[in-house]
């Protein structure tokens, strides 16, 4: 299956010329109607499926006239608690048609936590995946008054019973028609994005058509997408960054888009989708890239070193063509650096990417310098939920992967005195659903948004150096952002979840997560056999190994173990899989303790 792109004339839909989201896919449908739009795995077959533009707009209808029998009015709520599948662009797609609010909900979002963004935003209709989920939620459902109707995506047989469920094989109309026009104006609320938060309650972001729109057409600037690409979906699209960038973009580009089935999946779906653009975040390539060097320490000298050159002279090839570099006779090496080694590694993507756009969260660069040396463009961008939710990337012409690029066209932003990049543009949430206090301390009376990121602006390149409240004060007053100090721990494979500690403490110490997978891969590392110091001496090696490029202040003293992972489910984790800081630090307080015991 070859997805290149048919040509390199794109075909984007012009955002400026329609009101809503709904009028775009109506304009691609009459544009591309029986283009490919969506790839899929059908497990009653085990065959992979495609709808085309019409394919999806027939479905659509059929939800379009079962909605309006639910009697939902412009401006009511209706949430999705579905994977990357089909069902969940049909939905936001009707939902709307009609005018709706659509609240996206996590997967695996903890039960009190769904509910109360239920409530928050006064949702009447909830569309679930199945009985597991079901099972989780349906006790604390009852307290969710509001809701009308609960649909589930699968039959539901021997389940508590509840008389608002649904299976939408019985409740969905089965008779396609034409699809009806949407009088939904630009400024109208369009969904309620529910943020993470590490501490407290998540807010309701509120974004309208408008604010979408205009960065759909504002990243498009930053970066070519043709009629015959094909993205690979995988983040949840209750991500702002995946349903924006994998979703209403590739509608507006005329993309394909093609659903992996899992995360743990992924490798061998890439294999068969065979994917040209790919939407990620940082720990996907972290992954990666440990397992790459787990086995070339397996590998012979010879390996290694062409596996060093590869990557060492095809990054001095990527800062030569960006004008940051001199030219050297090694680049002759590189045809055959790429059939050697760059080439068997990117055919494990597909054979096919040519671009990778991440987002979410930093890359180290050590990760990036790999990928874009063996060949592999990857994009840093940068963005909040706030602010619909992209702010800069980098192009591919200019590139700097140390930086989250440039911001988008239109996008103002300076920095306050305390270095705090200042955001202002048509992408600028409407606010805080609910909650007028936390609106007014992120936009102030100007209308810029409070990122809470500390900044550097270089060459128009925006530099992340930290978070305003992410900083470790020590006892002695030295000031230490653990962020970067963490991503760099994780680079040891050894090392699956990271928090460093030390505030008005003495010095810096670190809780992990060990990953039982490689422990089991290298049976000789018997930590569990270990006696305490020695354990500790080992731990703490290993983490000062990889804080060797730090400043001073970058030791850990004393390591600590947490046996279980964190989790969404133990509350140490966010739906967006940022650790908890706070409660982190609560439920292991002892353990924190025991490493300042005598100081």
Same mark, same amino acid.
């Given at each position: 299956m070859q997805n290149r792109p048919t040509t390199e004339t794109t075909d984007y839909i012009d955002t400026n010329s329609i009101d809503n989201l709904f009028q775009l896919f109506c304009e691609r449908l009459n544009r591309? $109607?029986?283009?490919? *739009?969506?790839?899929?795995?059908?497990?009653?077959t085990g065959i992979w499926q495609e709808m085309t533009w019409s394919d999806i707009a027939r479905e659509v209808s059929c939800w379009q006239t079962s909605l309006q029998k639910e009697q939902l009015t412009h401006g009511d709520a209706?949430?999705? =608690?579905?994977?990357?599948?089909i069902e969940w662009v049909i939905f936001d797609l009707a939902a709307h048609s009609l005018g709706l609010v659509v609240v996206p909900l996590y997967t695996d979002d903890r039960a009190d936590n769904v509910c109360y963004i239920l409530n928050d935003s006064n949702v009447q209709l909830l569309l679930i995946d199945d009985g597991a989920q079901w099972e989780k939620l349906h006790a604390a459902l009852k307290n969710v008054t509001g809701l009308k109707r609960i649909l589930s995506r699968s039959s539901m047989t021997g389940t508590p019973h509840d008389s608002r469920l649904r299976w939408i094989n019985d409740w969905l109309d089965d008779q396609p028609h034409s699809l009806e026009p949407c009088?939904?104006?630009?400024?109208? +609320?369009?969904?309620?994005v529910y943020t993470s938060g590490t501490t407290g309650r998540p807010k309701g972001v509120m974004l309208s058509h408008r604010n979408i729109l205009w960065n759909v057409k504002a990243s498009l600037a930053c970066v070519d997408i043709f009629p015959g690409d094909v993205f690979i979906s995988f983040l949840p699209l209750s991500h702002t960054f995946e349903r924006l960038a994998g979703?209403?973009?590739?509608?507006? *580009?005329?993309?394909?888009?093609?659903?992996a089935r899992s995360i743990a999946e992924l490798a061998e779906d890439m294999l068969v989708i065979k994917p040209t653009l790919m939407i990620s975040v940082p720990r996907i390539f972290e992954r990666i890239y440990n397992k790459i060097h787990e086995q070339l320490q397996q590998k012979p000298a010879l390996a290694k070193g062409l596996f060093n050159a590869a990557v060492e002279i095809g990054y001095a090839r990527f800062l030569h063509a960006q004008g940051r570099g001199n030219w050297r006779a090694g680049f002759l090496l590189l045809p055959l650096l790429h059939k050697l080694v760059s080439n068997k590694i990117l055919a494990k993507f597909g054979g096919e990417l040519r671009l990778c756009i991440c987002g979410g969260a930093a890359l180290p660069p050590a990760v990036a310098k790999t990928f874009i040396g063996l060949g592999l463009p990857i994009l840093q961008g940068y963005g909040l939920t706030e602010h619909s939710p992209v702010i800069s990337a980098n192009r591919l012409h200019d590139n700097i992967p140390e930086s989250v690029g440039v911001p988008l066209p239109g996008v103002e932003v300076k920095t306050s005195a305390q270095g705090? +990049?200042?955001?202002?543009?048509?992408?600028? =949430? =409407?606010g805080y659903l609910n909650n007028k206090d936390a609106t007014d301390k992120v936009i102030d009376e100007e209308g810029w948004l409070h990122t809470g990121d500390k900044v550097e602006i270089r060459d128009k390149h925006i530099f992340i150096t930290g978070r305003l409240k992410e900083i470790i004060v020590l006892s002695n007053g030295e000031? #230490? !952002? $653990?962020?970067?100090?963490? =991503? *760099? #721990?994780?680079?040891? !494979?050894l090392f699956e979840q990271v928090m460093v500690v030390g505030e008005h403490k003495p010095y810096l110490t670190a809780l992990v997560?060990?990953?039982?997978?490689?422990?089991?891969?290298?049976p000789e590392i018997e930590i569990s056999a270990m006696d305490d110091e020695r354990r500790q001496q080992y731990l703490v090696q290993r983490v000062s190994q990889r804080l060797r490029e730090f400043p001073g202040y970058a030791q850990i003293h004393r390591v600590a173990v947490c046996e279980q992972p964190w989790t969404i489910d133990n509350n140490l984790l966010t739906p967006t899989l940022k650790p908890r800081r706070q409660q982190i630090h609560t439920r292991y307080d002892t353990l924190i303790e025991q490493m300042y015991a005598g100081h």
């Open positions: 591309s $109607p029986d283009e490919t *739009a969506y790839r899929y795995y059908e497990d009653a209706v949430a999705v =608690m579905l994977r990357n599948c009088d939904v104006k630009s400024d109208a +609320l369009a969904t309620v979703y209403y973009l590739p509608i507006c *580009a005329n993309a394909t888009v093609a659903y705090e +990049l200042l955001v202002r543009s048509p992408s600028v =949430m =409407m000031k #230490i !952002p $653990p962020t970067d100090m963490e =991503m *760099a #721990i994780q680079q040891d !494979p997560v060990l990953n039982q997978e490689y422990l089991q891969a290298n």
